[in-house]
């Protein structure tokens, strides 16, 4: 002890040092030290939960993308699909056309080649007509050059009914 007071520290002094050391010490550890622990472990908790909820958010968001994308070749399919099933119809619809319009054409041709059958009948009747009757008439005028008025009778009444027939 006589070397702590060569040295000029005093002991009650030291001692004294020591208890207010101590006291601050258990002070600060109860007071401050333990809550900024505590609020350093909820800071730390909530980085975690933080970056917990930024992978969800970003597996989520992977999630959404891989069914967007399914639903953009859903969509195709069904694009490419709807395409072509139209082209069938409109190929179908087409045909149908064309065979109306060929059929349509057929009963015109016939339809024209009855009607022109029926006027050459028509004209070979006329034609026919006019024939006996210049041929009447030529009789006539030959007969009455060269026969009596009986025998013209006669040959006109024979030849009216001939041509009657």
């Avoid at 258990?26 to 909530?46: A, C, D, W």
């Avoid at 060929?102 to 029926?118: F, V």
């Avoid at 030529?138 to 009444?157: C, G, H, N, W």
């Amino acid at each position: 002890m006589e070397l702590i007071s060569k040295l000029g520290i005093d002991v009650k002094l030291l001692i004294a040092q020591i208890v207010n050391f101590l006291i601050l010490l258990f002070v600060l550890k109860k007071y401050v030290y333990g809550p900024v622990l505590e609020k350093l472990e909820q800071r730390r908790g909530m980085i975690a939960k933080s970056a917990h909820d930024a992978k969800k958010s970003e597996e989520l968001l992977k999630d959404i993308e891989q069914t967007r994308m399914e639903m953009i070749q859903q969509t195709k399919k069904t694009t490419l699909e709807m395409l072509e099933v139209a082209a069938k119809s409109a190929e179908e619809t087409k045909n149908s056309i064309v065979e109306s319009a060929r059929l349509e054409a057929q009963q015109m041709h016939e339809q024209t080649k009855l009607q022109l059958a029926r006027e050459k009948e028509k004209m070979l009747k006329e034609a026919s007509d006019e024939l006996g009757r210049l041929v009447v008439r030529a009789t006539e005028k030959i007969i009455e050059r060269e026969f009596s008025p009986d025998d013209q009778k006669r040959l006109v009444a024979s030849a009216t009914q001939e041509f009657s027939k």
